[in-house]
């Protein structure tokens, strides 16, 4: 049982356009987060969701806008996409969020052409 | 404002040699401190973590690190090196209490050679 499941696992588009990325985790977990990967492997936290309700809110363009139905899912949605967007996005829960430790996903590898 | 400096972007050791992954972190309040592994095209997964208590924690497959507040480092070893353990190896640290980011540091590759 994958514990952090993410959709695509590979997606590559043309800038300008709109696309999401899915993320659901089965750990009970109340906290998810998405973190951006860069090409330098240099990992920054972008949003974190506790209990559908967003709770930290890094510097990020307004084209990214995170949506949580419900506990279990935090999904990314990227309008009117750019270069520099390409990145390797992955998602992340805990049981908590003053805990830290995080459950990581595989990747969403995120080529922009 | 924390921060994490990981000594080194590339680490090569030989087979059976010891590990030593350096990372240093800046914190105003006592941090917690993670080690996280990431294989090829794979997610991060969690080596071992510092909350409070026992300032040497092991981890998973042999791993340990020791916090040491008065030098604020949170140094990663391992006695003997497998080729397995090549990877992408990750310090963050994240605040006590509150809601708490993972700050990471810029990673190290760790290389084993036979």
């Known amino acids: 049982d994958t514990a952090v499941s993410q959709t695509p696992k590979y997606l590559v588009t043309q800038m300008g356009n709109d696309k999401s990325i899915k993320c659901e985790q089965n750990l009970g977990h109340d906290t998810m987060y998405w973190y951006k990967q860069d090409s330098k492997k240099f990992l920054k936290i972008m949003f974190s969701y506790n209990n559908k309700e967003l709770i930290i809110n890094e510097t990020v363009p307004n084209r990214f806008s995170p949506k949580s139905p419900d506990k279990a899912h935090l999904n990314l949605h990227i309008n009117s996409l750019e270069l520099g967007d390409s990145a390797v996005y992955f998602c992340?829960?805990?049981?908590?969020?003053?805990?830290?430790?995080?459950?990581f996903g595989q990747g969403t590898r995120l080529t922009v052409v | 404002a924390q921060s994490v400096t990981q000594l080194g972007s590339h680490v090569s050791v030989s087979e059976g040699a010891l590990v030593l992954l350096r990372c240093n972190y800046s914190s105003s309040v006592p941090p917690y401190l993670f080690w996280y592994v990431q294989y090829p095209n794979q997610g991060l997964q969690l080596l071992l973590k510092?909350?409070?208590?026992?300032?040497l924690v092991k981890g998973i497959n042999g791993f340990e690190a020791e916090f040491k507040k008065s030098e604020t480092s949170f140094h990663l070893t391992k006695p003997s090196a497998h080729m397995s353990d090549a990877a992408e190896y990750f310090c963050a640290v994240t605040l006590t209490g509150g809601y708490n980011k993972l700050i990471f540091g810029a990673g190290t590759r760790l290389a084993v050679h036979p």
């Open positions: 510092y909350t409070t208590g026992a300032t």
């Open positions: 992340a829960s805990s049981q908590r969020p003053s805990d830290g430790e995080a459950f």
